[in-house]
C-alpha cells in the first residue's frame, strides 16, 4: 500500500464513542500528518508530527488527539468531543530531507457515526 | 497563513479535449508546488510539481505553469482521456521550512468518452 497503511478502511462509530485511526509507515519518515476530507472542502489539516513524541495542532484538532510513541506509528483517536466526525481521514508521511516524492497518502479511513 | 485559491470546482470535458485547473496563493515565500491526483474512493497521488525558480514543467500529457508575480500556477492537461476522470487538488508550501502545505479545495475533472 505504497509503505504507509491505514486501517481500518471502513469505521462505525456509536455518538459519545471515541475511536482510534491507525497509521503506520515503513518509509523511515520523519514527518506523518492527519488530514480530514470532506466533500468540497479539500484537504484540512488535524494534527501533524515532525519528530518522535512530539506533535502540533493543524487547522481543525478540537475533538481530536494523536500521539507519537514510535516514528513509525502515528495513531489519531477521534474523540465524542467531535460533533461532526463522519468524514474520510487521510494520514500522510513526508521525509525530513524533503525529496522530490513529497507526500505520500494512506488509502484512507471512512469513519461514519450511526 | 498561507492561502489557496483553487478553480474551477468542476470541470467536464470531452475525451481528447484539453482541460486546465488554476489555482492562486497568496503567501510570496511559498516555493512549491505539487498537484494531486485522487480517483473516487482511493489516496491522492502526486502527479507533477513545480518550484518556484521554475516556469513551466512538462511530463508526457500534463504541464504545469507558475507565474511567481502573480501568484498564479496551473495544471494543463491535454488529450484528457477517460481515466483522467478524477478530483484534483493544487497545494502551496515552503521548502525548506515545515512543509505543510496549504491545499486548494479540488477540482472535479470529468472526461466524457
Known amino acids: 500500500d505504497g509503505g504507509i497503511t491505514q486501517s481500518p478502511k471502513y469505521l462505525f462509530r456509536k455518538e459519545g464513542q471515541n475511536v482510534t485511526l491507525s497509521c503506520e509507515q515503513n518509509?523511515?519518515?520523519?514527518?506523518m500528518y492527519w488530514y480530514r476530507q470532506d466533500p468540497g472542502q479539500g484537504l484540512r489539516l488535524i494534527y501533524y508530527?515532525?519528530?518522535?513524541?512530539?506533535?502540533q495542532k493543524g487547522d481543525i484538532a478540537e475533538g481530536y488527539s494523536v500521539s507519537r510513541e514510535k516514528k513509525e506509528s502515528f495513531p489519531l483517536t477521534v474523540t465524542s468531543a467531535q460533533k461532526n466526525p463522519t468524514a474520510f481521514y487521510l494520514c500522510?508521511?513526508?521525509?525530513?530531507?524533503?525529496?522530490?516524492?513529497?507526500?505520500?497518502f494512506g488509502s484512507g479511513t471512512r469513519l461514519t457515526v450511526v | 497563513g498561507e492561502n489557496v485559491e483553487q478553480h474551477p470546482s468542476t470541470l467536464s470535458v470531452q475525451e481528447g479535449d484539453s482541460a486546465v485547473i488554476k489555482c492562486t496563493y497568496s503567501d510570496s515565500a511559498s516555493n512549491y508546488f505539487p498537484w494531486y491526483k485522487q480517483e473516487l474512493g482511493k489516496r491522492p497521488q502526486l502527479i507533477i510539481d513545480?518550484?518556484?525558480?521554475?516556469g513551466e514543467k512538462k511530463d508526457q500529457r500534463i504541464a504545469v505553469t507558475l507565474n511567481k508575480t502573480a501568484k498564479h500556477f496551473s495544471l494543463h492537461i491535454t488529450e484528457t482521456q477517460p481515466e483522467d476522470s478524477a478530483v484534483y487538488f493544487c497545494?502551496?508550501?515552503?521548502?525548506?521550512?515545515?512543509?505543510?502545505?496549504?491545499f486548494g479545495r479540488g477540482t472535479s475533472l470529468i472526461v466524457h468518452p
Open positions: 500522510a508521511s513526508n521525509p525530513e530531507d524533503r525529496g522530490p516524492g513529497g507526500y505520500t
Open positions: 497545494a502551496a508550501s515552503i521548502r525548506g521550512g515545515s512543509y505543510i502545505p496549504t
Open positions: 513545480i518550484r518556484s525558480n521554475v
Open positions: 508530527s515532525q519528530i518522535v513524541n512530539d506533535f
Open positions: 518509509l523511515n519518515h520523519d514527518a
